[in-house]
């Protein structure tokens, strides 16, 4: 445990190369970013390291993550709206123009009831 440790925080000497051969391995296609970042930080003086790099793709993680969450959220709240509508007697096509749902929302919706969704409704 010890040594690896110390391999974690040692410096990365050749910052661009070794994030170019990260790039070519990985194919990870938003490697872009993380590398600029992190060749400014080199050239700027400042120290990279491996430690560095995986923080880059977990604050990346999290913020797609919650990015998604917060879109899911979204979605459920106007799809237990519409169903709080047709709740009180109007139809569900007159719900979908009230709340001017695109076709991929009335799809999702379609999609949300006759899955998880019905189910959490019944919780709210």
Do not use: P
């Amino acid at each position: 445990m010890e040594e690896a440790m110390r391999y974690n925080t040692r410096k990365i000497r050749h910052v661009e190369a070794m994030l170019e051969f990260l790039k070519t391995f990985a194919h990870y296609e938003r490697f872009e970013q993380i590398r600029e970042e992190l060749i400014e930080i080199a050239e700027k003086g400042g120290e990279v390291r491996m430690c560095n790099l995986v923080d880059q793709w977990i604050d990346m993680g999290v913020k797609q993550g919650l990015a998604e969450g917060i879109a899911l959220g979204q979605a459920d709240g106007r799809y237990i709206s519409l169903q709080n509508i047709i709740k009180n007697g109007i139809s569900e096509a007159e719900g979908i123009r009230l709340l001017n749902f695109s076709k991929e929302e009335t799809e999702g919706y379609h999609s949300w009831l006759s899955g998880e969704g019905e189910k959490q409704l019944h919780t709210v």
